[in-house]
């Protein structure tokens, strides 16, 4: 298994948009983007299923949104209205299971991360 490339990151002041891409050898059923700030414990931002379910952390509901495109073997996280608190280094990570959600214990596989910086 090919680890999983992010890109996409950036410096960007409250209130603006990024996308965040994710590439890998293959996409699996269960596909996963996390966030951890210096200082803080990894968290779960959002997951996406083969079949397109989605989950998202609460804090992030509304704002950001997860989709993929099998054909391209790519994930993205589509990230709106940003705030100084979604500042972190985001992980793109892939589960090996049927089974699907936002916690550590549903991936396997995890990209080197991308820098993602909002000003207020």
């Known amino acids: 298994q090919v680890q999983p490339v992010e890109s996409g990151g950036g410096s960007v002041q409250a209130g603006g948009s990024l996308r965040l891409s994710c590439t890998t050898s293959r996409l699996t059923y269960c596909m996963g983007w996390f966030r951890q700030a210096p200082g803080k414990e990894r968290e779960g931002v959002a997951r996406?299923?083969?079949?397109?379910?989605?989950d998202y952390v609460n804090t992030v509901k509304g704002r950001f949104t997860i989709s993929r495109d099998n054909a391209k073997n790519t994930v993205y996280l589509q990230m709106n209205a940003l705030k100084p608190d979604d500042t972190a280094t985001y992980y793109c990570?892939?589960?090996?299971?049927?089974?699907?959600?936002?916690?550590?214990?549903?991936?396997?596989?995890w990209g080197q991360g991308t820098q993602v910086t909002v000003s207020s």
């Open positions: 990570a892939e589960g090996d299971r049927d089974i699907c959600g936002i916690g550590d214990r549903f991936f396997s596989y």
């Open positions: 996406i299923t083969s079949n397109g379910s989605t």
